[in-house]
Structure formats: structure tokens, C-alpha cells
């Protein structure tokens, strides 16, 4: 079962234009988590939100986390073609489990 | 460290065959899981270790499947026999608990198609 749901489900812009990707989760969290998987390769951490947290950055990465609406955006800024990849959020459920549990994916296109 | 190591990279094998995937996690985390990716269903959680102990093995899909980690250092997940729809790439991951929760260190795959 998928906790989070990602908005787009794909997304087409520019080299150095801002990409937004959307995540919904449904239960409370500990955290949540952002990754990257290039084509054909394994998922790659990109930044972890606690639950108490509002807003976190990393480099050209921006992640905001609403907890009352269980919602998450990332952000990615002045996009290069390098950044052609599926985005997933990652949710961390309060239910001591200690498993991830992944949405869908936003599949990002960056044209040069 | 090198990673989380999977093998093989590719697996083809004909139905009904056994199919072994290896994983070898970084030393010093103690959970392993091990995923499966389609295109239709996403990434689905099949099992989980902490302390090389299988805690959550409900997204198993059947029988067919199984998985061990005999020890912290490796594990394997067999699917005996093999059938198309079993067709993925199956993704294993570790980590260790930290101060602000879990955070995964994916292998690279493997992709797994039975003709």
C-alpha cells in the first residue's frame, strides 16, 4: 500500500526553470523524506523533514512540509538537464514500524 | 564503503526456475529491506530485517517467495519457481536508526525478467 501520492505524475520545463513536485501522505509521520532514481539505477537520498519542521533547504533543493494538510513540496531550483530523474517522497509513519513507505514518483524531464 | 551491493545486475531466467538475489548491506546498519519496482504498482515493500530477524514479511506476495539474512552482512531473496508476472527490479536497502529516523541507502538493482 502506497502512503504517499505525488503530484504531477510527470513534469516537463526548461533547463533553469523551477521545478515543484507535490506529495500527500494520510497518516501522522515522524518524518519525510525525499529521493531521486535515475533511469535504471537504485533511489538516491536527497533531504529528510522532521514533523516539526516547516521548511528545510539543500543546495538548490527546498522542501516544505505542512503536516495539517499532509502535504509536501520540493523544490528544485534553476534545473540543469543533470536533474532528469524520478523524484519520491518517502514517508516515515508514527507507528514505531521503521519502514519507509514510498509514493508514486514524479517523473522530471529537464530539456537543455 | 562501497555501498549496498546487489547481484546480479540482470537476471533472466525461464519460468519455472529458482532465481537467488544477493544483497550485501553497509556494515554497521542493522535493518535491511528488500523492495520490488513495476511500473504498475510502484515500490512495494516486501520484507524486512533488523538484527538479521525478519520483522514485516506482509508484502511477501506468495509462498513462492522467500528471504533470509543469516547474517549482518548478507541476504538473499528467492522466488522458487519463477513465473512472468514475477518480472521487476528488486531493490535492496539498509540503514540504521539515527536521532531523526530512518534514512535508506539503496543498491543499485536487480533487474529480474522471466520468460
Known amino acids: 500500500s502506497q502512503q504517499g501520492e505525488e503530484d504531477p505524475q510527470a513534469l516537463s520545463i526548461q533547463e533553469g526553470e523551477n521545478a515543484t513536485m507535490n506529495c500527500s501522505y494520510k497518516?501522522?509521520?515522524?518524518?519525510l523524506q525525499w529521493y531521486r532514481q535515475n533511469s535504471g539505477r537504485g533511489l538516491v537520498h536527497l533531504i529528510l523533514i522532521r514533523s516539526n519542521e516547516r521548511e528545510k533547504h539543500s543546495g538548490r533543493l527546498r522542501v516544505t512540509l505542512d503536516t495539517s494538510k499532509k502535504s509536501s513540496s520540493l523544490l528544485i531550483t534553476a534545473s540543469r538537464a543533470a536533474d532528469t530523474a524520478s523524484y519520491f517522497c518517502a514517508t516515515d509513519p508514527m507507528d514505531s514500524s521503521y519502514k519507509l513507505i514510498f509514493g508514486s514518483g514524479t517523473r522530471l524531464l529537464v530539456r537543455p | 564503503d562501497a555501498g549496498v551491493i546487489q547481484s546480479p545486475r540482470h537476471e533472466v531466467t525461464e519460468m519455472g526456475q529458482e532465481v537467488t538475489l544477493r544483497c550485501k548491506p553497509i556494515s554497521g546498519h542493522d535493518y535491511l529491506f528488500w523492495y520490488r519496482q513495476t511500473m504498475m504498482r510502484g515500490l512495494e515493500l516486501l520484507i524486512y530485517?533488523?538484527?538479521?530477524?525478519?520483522?514485516?514479511d506482509s508484502g511477501m506476495p506468495e509462498d513462492r517467495f522467500s528471504a533470509k539474512m543469516p547474517n549482518a552482512s548478507f541476504s538473499t531473496l528467492k522466488i522458487q519457481p519463477s513465473e512472468p508476472r514475477d518480472s521487476a527490479v528488486y531493490f535492496c536497502?539498509?540503514?540504521?536508526?539515527?536521532?531523526?529516523?530512518?534514512?535508506?541507502?539503496f543498491g543499485s538493482g536487480t533487474r529480474l525478467t522471466v520468460v
Open positions: 536497502a539498509s540503514s540504521w536508526v539515527m536521532g531523526q529516523g530512518l534514512s535508506y541507502t
Open positions: 530485517f533488523n538484527n538479521n530477524v525478519p520483522i514485516d
Open positions: 497518516t501522522s509521520i515522524n518524518n
